[in-house]
């Protein structure tokens, strides 16, 4: 399975982006699908998560209202909207994928990871 994360870019605070996440190698639609970030100098921590059907999701408090994890199963991506952006979003953005059925916020949950892309947040 490879996972490949792209999208990121500088913004402005209150500005949205998306990031997308194209899937390859594997059965995408029975991959649960997450989203980490990683800040300079601070743990890698859990953003968002998305099961199989794209029916059940799973936010950090700190983006929720703000940002909205969604996957085309036909396409084998999965995507991160992310509005109303603040300067402590400003990450190194991971996508992750697991072959199980339930959503999980565990970094050590997901098999598969991309190489992330750069999210810069300016004030």
């Known amino acids: 399975v490879q996972l490949q994360a792209s999208g990121g870019g500088l913004v402005q605070a209150g500005d949205s982006l998306g990031l997308s996440c194209a899937y390859s190698?594997?059965?995408?639609?029975?991959?649960?699908m997450g989203w980490f970030r990683q800040a300079p100098g601070k743990e890698r921590e859990f953003v968002a998560a998305?099961?199989?059907?794209?029916?059940?999701?799973w936010y950090t408090d700190s983006v929720k209202g703000r940002f909205t994890i969604s996957r085309d199963n036909a396409k084998r991506t999965v995507y991160l909207q992310m509005n109303s952006m603040k300067p402590e979003d400003a990450a190194v953005y991971y996508c992750?994928?697991?072959?199980?059925?339930?959503?999980?916020?565990?970094?050590?949950?997901?098999?598969?990871w991309g190489h992330g892309t750069l999210v810069t947040v300016s004030s």
């Open positions: 998305i099961g199989w059907s794209g029916a059940m999701t």
């Open positions: 190698g594997g059965t995408f639609s029975s991959h649960v």
């Open positions: 992750a994928a697991s072959p199980t059925r339930y959503i999980s916020n565990q970094a050590n949950y997901y098999r598969y």
